[in-house]
């Protein structure tokens, strides 16, 4: 299995105070915003952005799809355009595992489902320099802090696509501690959770790209 070289994340931000945490959460939930976007907070911001195009979309499809057939016979399934929420953060992945059934999951004002309550989160990069940035560093952050056992990024726009599979959240740092990275055409293998021994192969991410620099 080929690893890549890999671009050393940012160093954590600091949390906003606790009246700014109340006051963005208040503004996500009265949002108003155009058909096709949806709003996350992300490391004490809120992110507004476009529902993906229709690569990104299949992609994301096809990995949800896959992933539930892998786990028909388990207590977790695969989900979509749900909310998960960390305190005051919320966000919204194009895939993630948690538990079929269990009210506990779900928070106490119905919003969505409980970071707590997730095994697992895949985000399939979109294009543009802030997509790239928000899935690959400021969301990787967010989820190590949230502790998310297993995070999952296809990334199309690194070089001819590549695979990472991170593991080990270490909340403090908010740094994964375990990384396998390939490149598209290179099986990968979930260690860990209840998804392990699921393998993403070219069927799911499409060939190899033509070469474009990594943004």
Same mark, same amino acid.
């Given at each position: 299995?080929? *690893? @890549?070289?890999?671009? !050393?994340?940012?160093?954590?931000?600091?949390?906003? #105070?606790?009246?700014?945490?109340?006051?963005?959460?208040?503004?996500?939930?009265?949002?108003?915003?155009?058909?096709?976007?949806? !709003?996350?907070?992300?490391?004490?911001?809120?992110?507004?952005?476009?529902?993906?195009? &229709?690569?990104?979309? $299949?992609? *994301?499809?096809?990995?949800?799809?896959? @992933?539930?057939?892998? @786990?028909?016979?388990?207590?977790? *399934?695969? &989900?979509?355009?749900?909310? =998960?929420?960390?305190?005051?953060?919320?966000? =919204?992945?194009?895939?993630? @595992? !948690?538990? #079929?059934?269990?009210?506990?999951?779900?928070?106490?004002?119905?919003?969505?489902?409980?970071?707590?309550?997730?095994?697992?989160?895949?985000?399939?990069?979109?294009?543009?320099?802030?997509?790239?940035?928000?899935? $690959?560093?400021?969301?990787?952050?967010?989820?190590?802090?949230? /502790?998310?056992?297993?995070?999952?990024?296809?990334?199309?726009?690194? /070089?001819?696509?590549?695979?990472?599979?991170?593991?080990?959240?270490?909340?403090?740092?908010? *740094?994964?501690?375990?990384?396998? $990275?390939?490149? &598209? /055409?290179?099986? =990968?293998?979930?260690? #860990?959770?209840?998804?392990?021994?699921?393998?993403?192969?070219?069927?799911?991410?499409?060939?190899?790209?033509?070469?474009?620099?990594? $943004?």
């Amino acid at each position: 299995m080929t *690893a @890549l070289a890999h671009e !050393a994340p940012e160093m954590p931000e600091t949390s906003p #105070e606790p009246h700014l945490d109340e006051v963005l959460w208040q503004a996500w939930k009265a949002r108003e915003l155009p058909e096709g976007c949806h !709003a996350e907070i992300v490391e004490g911001a809120i992110e507004v952005s476009s529902t993906g195009h &229709y690569a990104h979309g $299949r992609v *994301a499809n096809r990995l949800r799809r896959a @992933l539930d057939a892998f @786990l028909h016979d388990g207590e977790y *399934a695969a &989900y979509q355009d749900i909310d =998960i929420v960390d305190g005051r953060q919320v966000w =919204i992945p194009d895939v993630f @595992l !948690a538990a #079929e059934e269990g009210a506990d999951q779900v928070t106490e004002d119905g919003i969505g489902i409980k970071a707590s309550a997730v095994a697992l989160i895949a985000e399939v990069v979109s294009p543009g320099h802030d997509n790239t940035q928000r899935d $690959r560093i400021r969301k990787r952050r967010a989820y190590a802090r949230a /502790g998310i056992p297993v995070y999952v990024l296809i990334d199309d726009h690194d /070089g001819h696509g590549t695979v990472t599979v991170l593991t080990s959240p270490d909340p403090g740092e908010a *740094a994964y501690a375990a990384e396998i $990275r390939v490149p &598209y /055409g290179t099986e =990968i293998t979930l260690p #860990e959770g209840p998804a392990k021994g699921f393998t993403i192969t070219e069927s799911l991410t499409g060939p190899p790209r033509p070469a474009a620099p990594r $943004r």
